[in-house]
C-alpha cells in the first residue's frame, strides 16, 4: 500500500512538472494534434535546423525568408506517392492561413527536376506552394531527414517544434485549429 501512495505521489509529481515545463506552443500542438496528426511529435525543447541554402525558381532561398512566420515546412519528391494527396491538403492548409504570419514551404529533395515538380504540382491541381529544391538534400540531412514525406513545425525563429514522419491531412479539423492556435500564441511563446 505504502508503495502504492508513492508510486501515485511521484506520478502526480512527474505530471505536474511536465506541465510546467510546458509553454503555451507545446501545449497549443499536444491539444490539437488529434487523429489526423496522431503521429506528430511534439519536442521537449525547440531544435535548431541548419543554415542551408536551397534553389528557387529564378535563383536562391533559405528559412531565414520566414523569420517571423509559423512555417510547416514539408520535405518531398515528385516520385513519392504518399506526398501527392499530402500536397492537396498542405496547399488547402496554405490557402487558408498564409499571409504575414504563417506559410506552408515545400521543399523537394534529392534529384528533382524543376520541370518535373511542375508537372506534379498541375497534377495534384496545386499552385499556391513554393517550388524550393534541395537538390543534394544538404538541409534535408543537416535536420535528420531520411524518408519522406516528413513535416516540420517551424516556430517563429525558425526552430523545429514537432515533426510528423510519413503523410498527414493537413487541412483536417486538427490541423487548422493547431495552426490557428499557433498563429495566435504571443510571439516567443513557444517554450518557457
Not at 515546412?73 to 492537396?88: D, G, Q, S, T, Y
Not at 487541412?171 to 518557457?192: C, K, Q
Request: net charge negative; with cysteine; proline share 7%.
Amino acid at each position: 500500500m505504502k508503495f502504492l501512495k508513492l508510486a501515485l505521489l511521484y506520478t502526480g509529481l512527474m505530471l505536474g512538472a511536465n506541465a510546467a515545463l510546458a509553454g503555451p506552443m507545446q501545449e497549443v500542438i499536444a491539444t490539437h494534434k488529434g487523429e489526423a496528426l496522431k503521429g506528430l511529435a511534439v519536442h521537449g525543447a525547440p531544435r535548431p535546423l541548419p543554415e542551408a541554402e536551397f534553389d528557387a525558381p529564378g535563383g536562391k532561398a533559405g528559412l531565414e525568408m520566414y523569420r517571423g512566420q509559423i512555417v510547416v515546412l514539408n520535405f518531398w519528391a515528385v516520385w513519392c506517392a504518399p506526398c501527392r494527396e499530402e500536397m492537396a491538403t498542405l496547399s488547402a492548409l496554405e490557402a487558408e492561413f498564409g499571409g504575414e504570419e504563417f506559410a506552408v514551404v515545400t521543399l523537394a529533395t534529392g534529384p528533382n527536376a524543376l520541370p518535373a515538380i511542375d508537372k506534379f504540382f498541375a497534377e495534384v491541381a496545386v499552385d499556391n506552394l513554393p517550388k524550393y529544391r534541395d537538390p543534394r538534400s544538404v538541409l534535408a540531412r543537416g535536420a535528420g531527414v531520411f524518408g519522406l514525406p516528413v513535416t516540420m513545425i517551424l516556430d517563429r525563429e525558425g526552430r523545429e517544434l514537432a515533426r510528423l514522419v510519413g503523410p498527414a491531412d493537413w487541412h483536417s479539423e486538427a490541423a487548422r485549429a493547431l495552426v490557428a492556435g499557433l498563429i495566435a500564441a504571443p510571439a516567443g511563446s513557444d517554450f518557457r
